[in-house]
């Protein structure tokens, strides 16, 4: 059975920072990338970034480089999304997800990935 947890979301002040694990199973690193989307009310889905957790090169949206990075620790079967200087407009559930690596070009299309999280609520206030 395979399973991906997110924790580590709650309340948090703008400016602030929160790190967002994603703990996978029953899948391999060697097959599978994982990807991070975040959904606010009233919003669709919106991608964040994704690692290819096989050689470790990572890809985000535009708007999230710089302040927003993803890692993996492969013998955990781990991946982090580290969110620095949270900003109001970040408010959102965040979900993991896991997407074949033949298809990491399209990381960013929610529809391409196999598995996903239960989500993490993630608030900033202002």
């Known amino acids: 059975e395979v399973q991906l947890v997110e924790s580590g979301g709650g309340l948090v002040q703008a400016g602030g920072s929160l790190r967002l694990p994603c703990v996978a199973s029953?899948?391999?690193?060697?097959?599978?990338?994982i990807g991070w989307f975040r959904q606010a009310p009233g919003k669709e889905r919106e991608g964040v970034g994704c690692?290819?957790?096989?050689?470790?090169?990572?890809y985000y949206a535009d708007s999230m480089k710089g302040r927003f990075t993803i890692s993996s620790d492969n013998a955990k079967n781990t991946v982090y999304l580290q969110m620095n200087s949270l900003r109001p407009e970040d408010t959102a559930v965040y979900y993991c997800a896991a997407l074949r690596i033949l298809f990491i070009d399209r990381w960013s299309e929610g529809e391409k990935y196999d598995y996903w999280g239960q989500g993490t609520q993630v608030t900033v206030s202002s």
């Open positions: 029953g899948i391999s690193f060697d097959d599978y990338a």
């Open positions: 690692i290819d957790t096989d050689d470790g090169s990572s």
